[in-house]
């Protein structure tokens, strides 16, 4: 009898656990006007939504967050059959209402993703921010805090 009930306990509780999880509050912002670079943006932005640490978060400068900045050029625009490539130019920065000059550098590179290999772009630009959060966690504690009680906040609105 006692199992069954500390059983039913943990079945009542496991998921009052998981979604307590801290989420990383990022924002997402795109430049670009090639159809695979608006696919692109399209399928980080879901991948975000679906993500088990991250959580998108509109572009407000009141909430400590991630912001992604994207740049997507067409590279083959001049030839015809263009829109199978595009150059992806990505920059990481913390920012928050704190934050002067628009939040503090983290990281940027830039890429090209064919049409083809849009899913392993997009895997590639999460772990990039999973690993930008991490090195706040590591190098910048201040900041990191102030995500994680941006999460914490968010959480309580929505209870």
């Excluded at 009141?62 to 001049?78: A, E, G």
Aim: hydrophobic letters at 40%; aromatic letters at 6%; a positive charge.
């Amino acid at each position: 009898m006692r199992t069954i009930v500390v059983t039913l306990a943990l079945i009542c509780v496991a998921p009052t656990l998981c979604l307590a999880q801290d989420r990383i509050p990022v924002e997402i912002e795109h430049a670009g006007q090639d159809s695979l670079g608006l696919r692109y943006f399209f399928e980080i932005k879901e991948a975000i939504r679906g993500s088990n640490s991250m959580r998108l978060v509109d572009s407000t400068p009141l909430t400590p967050r991630i912001r992604v900045s994207v740049i997507t050029i067409d590279r083959d625009r001049d030839k015809a059959g263009s829109g199978q490539q595009t150059t992806v130019s990505t920059t990481l920065v913390f920012d928050s209402i704190d934050m002067p000059l628009s939040g503090a550098f983290i990281t940027s590179y830039v890429e090209y993703c064919g049409s083809d290999r849009i899913n392993e772009c997009t895997r590639r630009m999460l772990s990039k921010i999973d690993a930008a959060s991490e090195s706040l966690r590591k190098d910048s504690p201040h900041f990191w805090k102030s995500l994680k009680a941006a999460d914490s906040t968010a959480r309580a609105r929505a209870q």
